[in-house]
């Protein structure tokens, strides 16, 4: 019991797994690992990333802290009209079974793998971001576009596939255990403040979803449902497919519905001077939002990737590494990213990486790979260096995988 | 001003933003607050205030002109007439019992036992009544009988009547014996019966006649055995009868009238100097009661408890007895008041033929009435043939009619207001308020803010003077004239509201000159409206 909660902090501690083959494996001819029986992988990764938030202003908006203003207009002067940030983390543990076949062919292997993973990704308008954190004032006698969009989801992966033991190629079908869903999409957004000051009107159209709220923990199971892995080595390419898949949630989850507008032009107060204590009470948010809200067995996708890598050699000892990866959301833009790997000796694999994409802009990373002769492997890295050193910078990213072999088994054709 | 945690974030608006802000951030854990400060512009408060506002809706009435009028109707008849008809309970006991003849003596069925005529007398004091109708009531009755045998036993009352039959009460006894008595009750609801209180003559008062017989039950044929000492015991008990009208001599009776009409609950009026146009006050008697009545007001005062001050009301006709006469009845059923005709005393006070301006430029908080009524000043002048609806009987009301025409001096209205939050206030700007006075009198504002005990720890305006409307030559209309306010807000003054502080306001009007009078038409308001700039905090925890 210990041992699987010791592994579940492992898991929970690392985050977002690279679900590609390190190209190690792909690049290095020395092919004895398989011959192990066992193989057992370990990912963690973990992303943030922006085009226009910095690290400093996240963390403060995540782990508190005060923005100055001059942090706050720094960032407005480079919002564009639509801007956005991800963020996602992922720990895994995986078992490959070099000893075993699968419908009679020796270079089938089965294997076994469990996740966690956690997604968030937000959208919002150069408006909305001066609105809330410099305030209506620079709104006077104008209308602020307040559309956005913000969606966190949790749920954790238990899976079972088969791999090429040759190429590392697999594919994995995955029971999907939901953990928490929220969305918030505000398809059209106005807010409106008088030349005076003195009227404010809203008016806003959108939709929020959640999961159930009454049990909440980590793989506290809230919905389940179906997933879809896969990456395929042909030769120096490799095409992936990550959480193809989706979610159904309990009853419990909730999806409310509002498109109204409203104006605010101060309370009401007309009992003045009855020549008794009057209360003036704040209204409450409640009292004031008009929404439907639906209950029911709501079925949501999972924050899919699709991704592809050409490797390649430059000269004898190095490699160059190009790559496109595609989250069909509403707030990733296309990944595409170069790598130029050294291998100063069969042991240890340098790379250097650029990038842009996604939920961030230009950027540069690095990483390491390490394996001994047989039976050990580890790979360490991140795709923004920068944020690494600095809070300036736009997003931050590290990654770790570690695999260790056991046994031996037959060497496959 | 208030930060974004506070007024801001309670606007729906802003709430919106927030929200979206605040899922993006609620499952994160801070060691301290995420905080940043936005510069917001908003609306804080709006209101109209109104003649009507300051004044119950029922006590205003605005004339074909639109001119309002304060209307005041007290019902002044705090001595009540049905106390003069009231009957008592009463109870009327029977026991009769064999006289030692002997034991075990056989009578036959038919053989009469106890025969009884009787007049009983009610209780009333210093009434002469004749006839009454009941509105509610019972009469009990109790057969007890010792004998051992069948009895009948008639109680006759012919003139309890309901729809004009009497009442009998026939029971028809079981054999009982000296130890274990044969036991039969009832009860009869007086809901509408009449009761004729002439007695066995006719001719007498206060009276009601019955007849008794005890005999043998005819209708069973075996003989009753009687022995000495047997005893038969009757009680009938007439319980809480109210009387619906009465009939007779009433008799004559002086009631003290010691009034306070208390205005406290419906209007209080301010401090300061009134000068009151004109202003008429009605007093009006209404009879219809069939006896004569005297009413002597003693005084009328109004009292400015505030001040200390009073006035009496000085007029010469209130100040003389009033003679009510009585009111004439036409009917012969008396089933209600309608076939009354009342009589009628009127009193009407003005300016002309009082000090009634006087009385009430005082600021009255209330109004004390002391007097007389005298029920029969001149005794039975209708040889017993007064008459009363307990359901409508005496009234006598006091109409106060105050056309508002009015010149104020340093009139001051005052008022307390507490603001409630879910949430901390903070706040460091400024309040913009707008004051649109449709009103023909300028006002003086302060505005600070009490702890419980009333001590002031913050100014927010003061003496910040709204000016008047501008009447002009049209009677009711008005040019309206538009002040700003700036309040200064500090979070100093916001943190008091944590701690039950209240904001205290206080408006002193003037009109133009205090000798020429203002008139107030209902259509006059004086709008505000507040708004709020200011460099405000956000916070989220």
């Known amino acids: ?413 | 001003m208030l930060r974004g945690e506070s007024i801001f974030a309670h606007t729906v608006k802003s709430k919106i933003i927030l929200l979206l802000t605040s899922i993006a951030l609620a499952s994160c854990k801070r060691d301290q607050p995420t905080t940043w400060s936005v510069d917001v512009a908003m609306p804080v408060a709006h209101g109209r205030i109104t003649l009507s506002d300051l004044v119950p809706d029922s006590l205003l009435s605005a004339d074909e002109n639109g001119l309002w009028h304060l209307l005041l109707e007290e019902n002044l008849t705090d001595f009540n007439l049905d106390s003069l008809v009231a009957i008592p309970d009463t109870l009327i006991q029977k026991i009769f019992e064999v006289p030692p003849i002997g034991n075990n003596i056989s009578l036959p069925p038919g053989q009469q036992l106890i025969s009884q005529n009787e007049n009983t007398t009610l209780a009333v004091n210093d009434v002469e009544l004749k006839e009454v109708i009941a509105k509610s009531g019972w009469l009990e009755y109790n057969f007890k009988s010792y004998v051992n045998g069948h009895l009948q036993c008639i109680y006759y009352l012919p003139g309890v009547t309901l729809n004009g039959v009497p009442t009998t009460i026939d029971v028809h006894t079981l054999p009982g014996n000296q130890f274990v008595p044969y036991e039969e009750s009832g009860v009869i609801d007086l809901t509408g019966y009449h009761i004729d209180l002439t007695g066995e003559t006719g001719t007498q008062s206060n009276k009601i006649y019955s007849e008794l017989e005890v005999k043998v039950d005819p209708d069973v044929p075996q003989p009753a055995i009687v022995s000495s000492g047997d005893e038969v015991i009757i009680e009938i008990h007439f319980v809480d009868p109210k009387v619906a009208y009465a009939r007779g001599y009433f008799g004559q009776h002086e009631y003290e009238l010691n009034e306070v009409v208390d205005f406290a609950g419906d209007i209080s009026f301010p401090e300061g100097a009134l000068n009151l146009d004109q202003v008429s006050l009605d007093f009006a008697v209404q009879n219809y009661v069939g006896s004569d009545a005297q009413i002597d007001f003693g005084l009328i005062r109004s009292v400015n408890n505030s001040t200390g001050d009073y006035v009496l009301l000085n007029n010469i006709e209130l100040l003389q007895s009033i003679n009510v006469t009585r009111a004439s009845d036409n009917s012969i059923s008396h089933a209600d008041a309608s076939s009354v005709e009342p009589t009628f005393n009127e009193i009407e006070i003005d300016n002309s033929n009082s000090n009634i301006d006087f009385f009430l430029e005082n600021l009255p908080d209330e109004l004390v009435i002391t007097g007389d009524v005298i029920v029969n000043p001149l005794g039975d002048v209708t040889d017993g043939n007064d008459f009363i609806y307990t359901a409508q009987a005496l009234s006598a009301v006091m109409r106060l009619d105050i056309p508002l025409c009015v010149g104020l001096e340093e009139m001051t209205l005052r008022d307390t207001l507490e603001i409630t939050s879910d949430v901390e206030l903070t706040a460091d700007g400024k309040l913009f308020i707008t004051v649109t006075n449709g009103f023909p009198f300028s006002a003086r504002l302060d505005a600070s803010v009490i702890d419980l005990a009333g001590n002031q720890t913050h100014v927010l305006i003061d003496e910040q003077t709204i000016a008047a409307a501008v009447e002009t030559a049209v009677a009711g209309e008005v040019i309206e004239q538009t002040t700003p306010i700036e309040v200064e807000v500090s979070q100093d003054m916001l943190d008091d509201f944590d701690t039950q502080h209240r904001i205290a306001l206080k408006v002193v009007l003037n009109t133009n000159s205090f000798e020429e009078f203002a008139k107030l038409y209902e259509h006059y308001f004086m709008d505000f409206s507040v708004r709020a700039e200011a460099e405000t905090k956000v916070s989220i925890d």
């Open chain 1, 1 to 413: 019991m210990k041992k699987l909660s010791a592994l579940a902090l492992l898991v929970f501690i690392f985050a977002k797994a690279n679900s590609q083959t390190p190209s190690l494996w792909l690049l290095d001819p020395d092919t004895g690992w398989q011959a192990s029986s066992i193989m057992i992988r370990m990912d963690a990764s973990v992303m943030l990333q922006s085009r226009h938030l910095d690290l400093a202003f996240l963390d403060k908006l995540a782990f508190g802290g005060n923005i100055s203003a001059t942090h706050i207009d720094n960032i407005s002067q480079r919002l564009d009209f639509r801007n956005g940030a991800g963020a996602s983390a992922v720990g895994g543990l995986s078992i490959y079974s070099f000893a075993d076949s699968l419908f009679g062919k020796s270079h089938i292997g089965m294997h076994f793998k469990a996740s966690s993973n956690y997604d968030a990704q937000l959208l919002f308008t150069h408006n909305a971001f001066d609105l809330i954190f410099q305030g209506n004032e620079m709104f006077r006698g104008r209308t602020a576009a307040v559309g956005s969009f913000f969606q966190t989801q949790a749920f954790q992966k238990f899976g079972v596939g088969m791999f090429d033991k040759r190429t590392m190629s697999e594919v994995t079908l995955s029971y999907v255990n939901g953990q928490s869903f929220d969305r918030l999409l505000i398809n059209d957004g106005e807010f409106y403040t008088s030349p005076l000051g003195d009227t404010l009107s809203l008016l806003y159209q959108g939709e929020y979803w959640r999961s159930d709220t009454s049990q909440a923990g980590f793989a506290v199971g809230d919905g389940q449902g179906a997933a879809l892995d896969f990456s395929v080595n042909l030769g120096m390419i490799t095409l992936g497919v990550r959480n193809a898949g989706f979610i159904q949630w309990n009853p419990n989850f909730e999806r409310f519905q509002f498109d109204s507008s409203t104006v605010w032009t101060g309370f009401e107060v007309d009992d003045l001077f009855e020549l008794t204590t009057d209360t003036l009470g704040l209204p409450q948010l409640e009292d004031t939002i008009e929404y439907t809200v639906k209950r029911g067995n709501f079925i949501t996708g999972l924050p899919a990737a699709y991704n592809v890598r050409v490797l390649g050699k430059i000269g004898r000892r190095n490699f160059g590494e190009f790559g496109m990866e595609i989250q069909p959301n509403l707030v990733a833009l296309p990944m595409v990213y170069g790598a130029f790997t050294v291998v100063p000796s069969p042991h240890h694999y340098f790379t250097f990486r650029i990038a842009t994409g996604g939920y961030g802009g230009f950027r540069i990373g690095w990483d390491y790979q390490f394996k001994t002769n047989r039976n050990f492997y580890m790979r360490i890295g991140t795709e923004n260096f920068p944020g690494i050193l600095s809070k300036h910078s736009r997003g931050a990213s590290g990654f770790v995988t570690i695999i260790q072999h056991f046994g031996n088994s037959t060497k496959h054709d």
